[in-house]
């Protein structure tokens, strides 16, 4: 048996000296009238690479896409209509509003929600499209901006893992009405936890900036709040580190590429897998290289990731249908509407995520290779 003579990690950022030093810097500095200093230089360099107006940081992607619901003033009776197959952080802010996510069915090859789906499942109560660009793959966003314009729905971009990645030349989180990102410790660029909001609409940015602290109006100094809000803000010492990632941001996206090449290289020839799709208008940052095992080899994702702890190697599994989860096991409004609750993607029951950290070299994406082969009997 093929095995790691030390565990490989499924996920590992890239920390520099610079890094430490902006963290260092932020620690001591970020205070007083300086205590937004670091975030506002993260904002603008976000901005700035994404294409967008505005950009504000906060704790989490997942509190950048409930702002988004709440600035929307999704309520009870909403719908939003989502992919069934995605992390639950891409569909868990719109519960928290009481609204309802209409779930539909995935492309096979893109893992992205299907246009198609997306049209079907639309009712008069349907609010807004939600579109995930899963594992740093885009959503079709011109058929998506179609359809948004067409039946007058918000459009919102769930670019999470898809920092670096583009559509039709434009930057992952300049698609949608506005987007949210993650700088959660396995991303592309990392502040520890953290996200990001982004937009081009004006009046949805400020009600952004009222709502994530408290109802208040920034630079508020009577404390007399006007709403029950929430408080979503990120701290100098993460907008600090998220600096230093910006500053190297394309070699970073470079480095996650050529994980992704080496990966192909090795595994390109042999029947019955997949890897992640780059459609001729895409650009993939490839933020985690995904594996798809054909049905032929009797195994679902469980079975090979079990295959490769035992050879020292972390996996994931590829997300789960959220139909078939127990969190929405008494939602029976939440359905899959085009695909009955089942996805037609195979990928949801076969695919998993091989180790895509920045720890990984040619060596340790050759030695993960000679494991897969030899547990798929394919070397």
Known sequence: MKKSPERIPVAEPWITDREIEMCTLAARCG????????????????????????????????????????????????????????????????????????????DPDTWCIDPAAVETAITSRTKAI???????????????????????LFLIEDAAE????????????????AAAFSFHGSKTVTTGEGGMLVTDNQDLFDRVLFLRDHGRKPNDRAFQNTEIAF????????????????????ELIDYKRNIFNWYHERLQN???????????????????????????????KYDFQEQFLLRNIDTRPFFSPLSKLQAFANRTESISLVCGHETKCIAAFNGINLPSGYNMTKNKVDLVCDVLEEITELG
């Open 31 to 106: 205070w007083g009238i300086d205590h937004y200093r670091f975030n506002e230089q993260f904002e603008k360099m976000f901005a700035e690479f994404v294409g967008v107006r505005y950009a504000v940081s906060l704790p989490h992607a997942t509190s950048a896409l409930h702002l988004i619901c709440a600035a929307i003033a999704l309520r009870p009776g909403d719908e939003v209509i989502a992919p069934n197959v995605t992390w639950i952080a891409s569909v868990a802010p719109i519960v928290y509003t009481g609204a309802t996510p209409i779930l539909v069915d995935i």
């Open 130 to 152: 939600l579109g995930v660009n899963l594992y740093g793959s885009m959503c079709n966003w011109t058929k998506l901006r179609k359809i948004a314009e067409r039946f007058g």
């Open 162 to 177: 898809s920092l670096g990645s583009t559509f039709c030349s434009r930057q992952a989180g300049s698609h949608g009405d």
């Open 231 to 250: 408080k979503y803000k990120m701290s100098a010492v993460q907008a600090g580190i998220g600096v230093a990632q910006m500053e190297r941001i394309d």
């Open 270 to 300: 042999h029947s019955g897998l997949a890897l992640n799709a780059e459609p001729l208008d895409v650009f993939n940052s490839y933020w985690m290289v995904t594996v798809v095992f054909d049905q032929k080899f009797g195994k679902d």
